[in-house]
Nanobody, 120 residues
């Protein structure tokens, strides 16, 4: 069974940056398609980005050019570098393992989430 643990959330001012990490255990990480979701207060959970096992990446339009998803297979860790943060990025961010086909992604396993708050 795959376990996913996020870290790196916190409070940041608008325009600032954060890097989220997701450490995976169980299974063969290099074969995983991985992704990030987020859920803002009072809103539905939304897909943010995903990275396939062969490192193709896709992003929701609202974060394209500001967020970068990456992975380190040796460390069994996925990252989300978030730059130029705005209050609209405030949410709980969830790491997932799932199934990717091009720009389509279906999550199967979820982490517990990490809170990101963007406020002055």
């Amino acid at each position: 069974q795959v376990q996913l643990v996020e870290s790196g959330g916190g409070l940041v001012q608008p325009g600032g940056s954060l890097r989220l990490s997701c450490a995976a255990s169980g299974g063969i990480f290099s074969t995983f398609d991985m992704g990030w979701y987020r859920q803002a207060p009072g809103k539905q959970r939304e897909w943010v980005a995903h990275i396939s096992a062969d490192e193709y990446t896709h992003y929701v339009a609202s974060v394209k050019g500001r967020f970068t998803i990456s992975r380190d297979n040796a460390q069994k860790t996925m990252y989300l570098q978030m730059n130029s943060l705005t209050p609209e990025d405030t949410a709980v961010y969830y790491c997932t393992r799932g199934y990717a086909r091009g720009n389509l992604y279906r999550p199967n396993d979820w982490g517990q989430g990490t809170q990101v708050a963007v406020s002055s």
